[in-house]
């Protein structure tokens, strides 16, 4: 189970960075996202024909991180995570499409392309809780079948 001081953190924010690497070649870039708590998943927006976009298709697994702009010390906050990105399937199509619009009503008027990150790894860093406190989740491995 999540922390919910993890799902407040990431609930309470809206731009992610998400770094993607194909070919040992790293780039990142930053997406407005919304949270959907029942799936554990973060959707945003990007098109695919930009250079993360295509290297989604290449390489799935990504990691990103959300954080609190702060100069005090005591103050900071932030998320790093892993997941692997997708495009919505089946009945997440309607799911995400409702929360991201629901966040952002500008959504309506464009073209968007939105993308899925089922979240595999959670690092959330607190100075609140203690200078340099971590709470870390981790998506529990899938049993093999028939086994």
């Known amino acids: ?3 919910r001081r993890i799902i407040k953190f990431i609930r ?7 770094a993607t690497s194909v070919e040992n070649e790293p780039w990142c870039a930053n997406c407005f996202y919304v ?7 973060i959707v945003f927006t990007t098109d695919p024909t930009t250079r993360h ?11 990103g991180s959300i954080v609190l702009e702060t100069k005090i010390i005591g103050k900071i906050q932030g998320i790093q995570f892993q997941g692997i990105v997708s495009e919505p399937e089946g ?8 929360a991201y619009i629901r966040q952002f009503p500008v959504a309506m008027l464009m073209d968007t392309h939105l993308w899925v990150v089922t979240l595999t790894h959670i690092k959330y860093t607190d100075n609140r809780l203690g200078f340099g406190k971590k709470l870390i989740w981790e998506k529990p491995p899938t049993p093999l079948k028939g086994g």
């Not at 949270?35 to 998943?41: G, K, P, R, S, V």
Request: hydrophobic content about 40%.
């Open 53 to 63: 976009g295509q290297e989604f298709l290449k390489n799935a697994q990504i990691a």
């Open 35 to 41: 949270y959907l708590e029942e799936e554990n998943a």
């Open 12 to 18: 309470k924010h809206r731009v992610l960075t998400v």
């Open 91 to 98: 009945e997440m199509i309607d799911k995400s499409q409702k």
């Open 1 to 3: 189970m999540i922390d």
